[in-house]
């Protein structure tokens, strides 16, 4: 059981969570739900297929994207926040790595904060802590703007698994309880395609760190690159990778197709025997 703020999310079986870009630029959806009547929208959807989160992002972690300064990203994420909170009985998560847009989002109704940099901002572990919410912690080696120029690892596992496990053990030194945490390996994030094949193959070495795994692949750039795919086209090698993350142990799947994720979810988990 999740702790999300008031909710609290059964991870029994694995569940989705909706992708909500209010941006202009995020690489799949970037624009199309940027006014907060799209947004809302385009939550009731998800929910109505299945959602248990819906993941409100306000500035784009796309390699090469722009910052976007606080004010906007509060500007963006808030009055969406809101109105779902209002109308909607779903999970929602704040993808934002800025402490002043995590305490706004949770005061508006957010019940998770989705950070890729796993709190490591400065105030950013204060927020969490004070706002009460779950937390996913991501791993990335550098920053958005350049993690794809170049990345290195000796053990790409070995390396991501270390730095989650410290992650997890700063966030409860610091007062953020074990039952409020998730972890994420961060595919695409400072990896090139070696790397994130290698981390969805061993995904099992992260069930270790015993809180709820989430997997980001949904129409990421490794299945372009196996599939000489364009974004568009990149459905059904998403939903393979839903099923070979939620086989191999992951509690939550980050995705834009929800409909279609969460029937293959109900698959893998009947033949799992976990329903």
Request: net charge neutral; with cysteine.
């Amino acid at each position: 059981m999740l702790i999300c703020g008031k909710h609290r999310l059964d991870l029994a079986t694995p569940q989705v969570m909706g992708i909500l870009n209010i941006t202009p630029d995020s690489f799949s959806d970037g624009g199309d739900f940027f006014t907060p009547a799209q947004a809302l929208m385009r939550a009731r959807q998800m929910a109505a297929e299945g959602a248990a989160i819906i993941d409100v992002g306000g500035e784009s972690t796309r390699p090469g994207a722009a910052a976007v300064p606080v004010q906007q990203e509060l500007d963006r994420v808030i009055p969406v926040i809101e109105a779902i909170s209002r109308e909607l009985p779903v999970v929602i998560s704040i993808d934002t790595s800025k402490p002043e847009v995590m305490r706004e989002a949770s005061r508006a109704g957010a019940g998770m904060i989705n950070d890729v940099y796993a709190l490591r901002k400065e105030g950013a572990m204060k927020a969490a802590r004070e706002a009460g919410v779950a937390v996913c912690l991501m791993h990335m080696q550098g920053e958005p703007r350049t993690m794809q120029q170049a990345p290195i690892y000796h053990d790409v596992v070995a390396e991501v698994k270390e730095f989650l496990q410290e992650r997890i053990v700063a966030c409860t030194s610091a007062g953020i309880p074990s039952e409020r945490l998730v972890i994420d390996p961060g595919f695409g994030f400072g990896k090139n395609l070696a790397h994130n094949l290698a981390l969805l193959r061993n995904l099992t070495a992260f069930t270790s760190l015993d809180v709820p795994l989430l997997i980001g692949l949904s129409r990421k750039s490794m299945i372009g690159q196996i599939l000489n795919a364009e974004v568009q086209d990149r459905l059904y090698g998403s939903l393979a990778l839903a099923a070979l993350g939620a086989w191999q142990g992951a509690a939550l799947v980050r995705a834009h197709d929800v409909k279609a994720t969460v029937q293959v979810l109900q698959v893998v988990s009947r033949i799992k025997g976990m329903n």
